[in-house]
């Protein structure tokens, strides 16, 4: 069993930062890629940034320049800096990671989400 909680989200003014953990832990051989995603309420989850095992990253043009995903291998975890954040940031924040596992095959698992609310 594969488990990933994300944790960080929180309140926050605009023009503020937070960061984001996805902490992968149970059965797993290695981590592939990892994708921060986003829910606004009524509206569709979006990706916001991913990562490969070996740090190549992509980000939504929304958040370039302002969001840094980044990742330990060693800790299974993956990171998500958002700075400058904006009132349109507010969402929820959900990771999601490709995990291989020790029966050898690979599977896809998210997170539970962590709220983020930014102020004006």
């Known amino acids: 069993q594969v488990q990933l909680v994300e944790s960080g989200g929180g309140l926050v003014q605009a023009g503020g930062s937070l960061r984001l953990s996805c902490a992968a832990s149970g059965s797993i051989v290695s981590i592939n890629g990892v994708g921060w995603y986003r829910q606004a309420p009524g509206k569709q989850r979006e990706l916001v940034a991913d990562?490969?095992?070996?740090?190549?990253?992509n980000y939504a043009d929304s958040v370039k320049g302002r969001f840094a995903i980044s990742r330990d291998n060693d800790k299974n975890t993956v990171y998500l800096q958002m700075n400058s954040l904006k009132p349109e940031d507010t969402a929820v924040y959900y990771c999601?990671?490709?995990?291989?596992?020790?029966?050898?095959?690979?599977?896809?698992?998210w997170g539970q989400g962590t709220q983020v609310t930014v102020s004006s």
């Open positions: 999601n990671a490709d995990v291989r596992l020790y029966t050898g095959s690979f599977d896809s698992y």
């Open positions: 990562i490969s095992r070996g740090g190549s990253t």
